[in-house]
T-cell receptor, first 111, second 113 residues
Framework: GEQVEQRPPHLSVREGDSAIIICTYT??????FSWYKQEAGAGLQLLMS?????DRKEEQGLTVLLNKKDKRLSLNLTAAHPGDSAVYFC??????????FGTGTSLLVDP | EAAVTQSPRNKVTVTGGNVTLSCRQTNSHNYMYWYRQDTGHGLRLIHY???????QIGDVPDGYKATRTTQEDFFLLLELASPSQTSLYFC????????????FGPGTRLLVL
């Protein structure tokens, strides 16, 4: 089955810096990619999702890059602020099937 | 916005105890999911359902039962709880499987002594 690795497990940046989180996956049939954010004491909330025909998507200071050749998905917070401090998860699926989540990245943004 | 609620929010039980975790969604979603979240593992799917009376096995089902009594309500049952089931449990719902946003509840923290 699908295997997803996420790194780094912990990331600390200063306010205004960029933060990059990377996931690699194994199933070449994977076709739908998502990033979720989990704030302290809460469930996960969807940040952004892309289909496999999209290489790059930008929304509100977030950039998702998809490299299908290397089976790599990344999330870039271009100018992080303290409110971005949370745990981030990637999630992938080969369509019509369950999501497989990465192991999570705990991001801390220092003011 | 989608609403998923879970109860209880915290639970302590002893080894061999009987625990029921409850989840309710008011989104008219067909799919509901139970996950456990553990450090180093992310979220792992225990069971899921695509409608009342339906149950599908996830990736880590051992030691867990589930029941979907209505479209809104999905329960996770631990009939003989073990310390290895100490975890943070999340319920989620979605209108379709796979490529669809999952809406998560706030989680239930379970401690098995």
């Amino acid at each position: 089955g699908e295997q997803v690795e996420q790194r780094p497990p912990h990331l600390s940046v200063r306010e205004g810096d960029s933060a990059i989180i990377i996931c690699t996956y194994t199933d070449s049939a994977t076709a739908y990619f998502s990033w979720y954010k989990q704030e302290a004491g809460a469930g996960l909330q969807l940040l952004m999702s892309v289909l496999s025909n999209v290489d790059r998507k930008e929304e509100q200071g977030l950039t998702v890059l998809l490299n299908k050749k290397d089976k790599r998905l990344s999330l870039n917070l271009t100018a992080a602020h303290p409110g971005d401090s949370a745990v981030y998860f990637c999630a992938v699926t080969n369509m019509g099937y369950k999501l497989t989540f990465g192991t999570g990245t705990s991001l801390l943004v220092d003011p | 916005e989608a609403a998923v609620t879970q109860s209880p929010r915290n639970k302590v039980t002893v080894t061999g105890g009987n625990v029921t975790l409850s989840c309710r969604q008011t989104n008219s979603h067909n799919y509901m999911y139970w996950y456990r979240q553990d450090t180093g593992h992310g979220l792992r799917l225990i069971h899921y359902s695509y409608g009342a009376g339906n149950l599908q096995i996830g990736d880590v089902p051992d030691g867990y039962k589930a029941t979907r009594t209505t479209q809104e309500d999905f329960f996770l049952l631990l009939e003989l709880a073990s310390p290895s089931q100490t975890s943070l449990y999340f319920c989620a719902s979605s209108s379709r499987e796979g490529q669809d946003t999952q809406y998560f509840g706030p989680g239930t923290r379970l401690l098995v002594l």
